[in-house]
């Protein structure tokens, strides 16, 4: 492998869209939780994906179907896309770690590294950076990290009980899985058929020093769209920006 291909950036992207997104109901009763529209934008969570990966150089991404996959697929057809979008179907769940491998079997180039990211994220940093994060430390595995603010006020107490301080969100001390990744190539025969990544291969990797961690850059946005709340904080923050 000459040193040119190995610093080439991944061109090919899985994002799994197979969830129930049973927190977010009654949004997701009609649609895949993908296919929750951002308030204000006019635009469902995979759009604004589509378009981040697009701006970072994607040209093909497969989009892991599970849930009313019918509802994503019609959208995709009646859109314009800033790239070319293959779905996949579940036929039964196959967990995270299963679908990411049954989509990565459709992906373009199955010899070179690509991104994936959970159909749930919305996100803008840069793709790019990472990727030559990842290839830098020659990792099979990189995922970016986030520090979320914890959602209720924080209380600051000296070693006597006085109470110092209210602190209101902070972020919190431990930094968190985001779901976007960098995968080499050589990361699909690793996954399970079935059940979750995260809890057999990315260990292993850990323990061989192959997972890398890369935490986004100072003031890049990163939101779980998990509940109706994140969507209220979404739109407001949208607003703000």
Request: aromatic letters at 8%; glycine letters at 8%.
């Amino acid at each position: 492998m000459t040193s040119t291909h190995a610093f080439s950036y991944p061109t090919q992207a899985v994002i799994l869209a197979g969830g129930q997104g049973s927190r977010l109901r009654p949004y997701t009763d009609d649609r895949p939780k993908p296919m929750v529209e951002i308030p204000g934008t006019g635009v469902p969570i995979i759009g604004h994906q589509l378009a981040w990966l697009a701006s970072e150089g994607v040209t093909d991404a497969v989009v892991s179907c599970g849930h009313l996959a019918e509802v994503l697929q019609d959208w995709l057809v009646s859109a314009e896309l800033p790239l070319r979008v293959t779905t996949v179907v579940e036929k039964e769940p196959l967990g995270r770690g299963g679908g990411l491998k049954h989509a990565a079997a459709s992906l373009p180039h199955p010899d070179q590294a690509w991104y994936a990211t959970n159909g749930d994220i919305w996100t803008r940093f840069s793709l790019r950076e990472m990727a030559a994060f990842h290839q830098e430390r020659d990792a099979t595995a990189t995922l970016a990290l986030a520090r979320p603010r914890i959602p209720w006020g924080a209380v600051e107490t000296d070693e006597f009980g006085n109470v110092l301080d209210f602190i209101e969100a902070p972020p919190s001390p431990y930094l968190i899985n985001a779901g976007v990744y960098v995968f080499s190539a050589a990361f699909r025969d690793l996954l399970p058929e079935r059940g979750d990544h995260e809890r057999a291969t990315f260990p292993r990797l850990a323990r061989e020093r192959r997972l890398a961690g890369f935490p986004l850059p100072h003031g890049a946005y990163w939101r779980a769209i998990d509940t109706a709340k994140d969507l209220t904080e979404a739109a407001k923050e949208l607003r703000g920006a």
